[in-house]
């Protein structure tokens, strides 16, 4: 079990402005949580207890979000809100939070830097704030990462899905050492290649554990054209040097909604608001209705 993750935030949310520009993309709603919400809940309900948010100007709403809010609470508890009041549990969590800022943009590399004094001389998970793993988050594949990490002896176990061979100019790209399914080793890495550069169709997918070791790599990288420290190039450097990096395929139901963009946002939410208990039925009525009336007019 490892116990310690760090979740990057610190990312300005360009692809989806105007909704991020003046909250964090990782405090969208999708369906009725933030984003950043089912991702905590994935990391406590996979044994994590300690949670540090690398995050930068503008991001305060997170901290917010899980800390107490005492006014909230009394003005609930007065008008006898019990069901509201139900929807602030997550405030009780089991996990300590901490928050440090990347005082500059230079990548995801550098912001996992951040956590250097954090993380120690003990193995971490890193979950991107942006990306939800299953449906309500009720995904294991971070306890299975752990052990495989364990079994393996591994300085890198990375998640990893496949995309559409045309996309992987948007995601790092691993290269298997075999054929690429289930748990395998990765020789190497190539972040957001050309379709015709990429070495194969499965894609980093926001969830990876590491060693210690990975803050020397992270050390070695230079800034790429954009001036960003890429954090697929440190692992790259972990390969190069014979250590153990290994993928685990996301399972078919354990799916990555990717917050990141647009189109791959509408679609979680849509998949999240069906699958809601209480207003899903309803909600699918009303989108049956509108594609039917679509549909008509087309
Ligand atoms: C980052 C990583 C990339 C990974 C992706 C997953 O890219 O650099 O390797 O595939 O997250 O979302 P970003 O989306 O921050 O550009």
Same mark, same amino acid.
């Given at each position: 079990m490892i116990h310690s993750a760090v979740v990057p935030v610190a990312g300005y949310g360009t692809r989806l402005l105007p909704a991020t520009k003046s909250q964090p993309k990782e405090m969208l709603p999708v369906a009725r949580k933030p984003v950043v919400q089912y991702v905590v809940e994935e990391l406590v309900s996979n044994g994590v207890e300690q949670i540090l948010f690398i995050t930068g100007r503008s991001k305060t709403s997170i901290e917010n979000h899980f800390d107490d809010d005492p006014e909230l609470f009394r003005t609930l508890t007065e008008t006898d809100k019990q069901d509201l009041l139900k929807e602030l549990d997550f405030e009780a969590l089991k996990a300590n939070f901490f928050y440090t800022r990347q005082?500059?943009?230079? +990548?995801l590399g550098d912001a996992i830097l951040c956590a250097e004094n954090f993380a120690g001389e003990k193995p971490f998970v890193v979950a991107l704030g942006d990306s939800i793993i299953g449906l309500n988050a009720r995904s294991r594949s971070l306890s299975r990462m752990a052990e495989v990490f364990e079994d393996r002896r591994a300085s890198c176990v990375i998640a990893v899905e496949e995309v559409p061979p $045309?996309?992987?100019?948007h995601y790092g790209i691993v290269q298997p050492a =075999? +054929? $690429? =399914? +289930?748990v395998f080793r990765v020789i190497n890495l190539v972040e957001k290649p050309s379709p015709k550069e990429a070495p194969s169709n499965l894609a980093i997918a926001g969830r990876y554990v590491f060693s210690p070791v990975i803050f020397d790599m992270i050390r070695r990288v230079k800034p790429d054209h954009r001036g960003e420290i890429q954090l697929t190039n440190a692992i790259q450097f972990l390969c190069e040097e014979g250590r153990r990096v290994v993928a685990v395929k996301l399972p078919r139901d354990e799916k990555r909604y990717d917050i990141g963009n647009f189109p791959s946002y509408f679609e979680s939410f849509v998949e999240f608001a069906l699958a809601d208990p209480v207003y899903g039925p309803e909600f699918r009525r009303v989108l049956e209705r509108l594609l039917g009336r679509a549909a008509a007019t087309s």
């Open positions: 005082r500059q943009q230079k +990548g $045309g996309e992987t100019s =075999d +054929g $690429g =399914d +289930g």
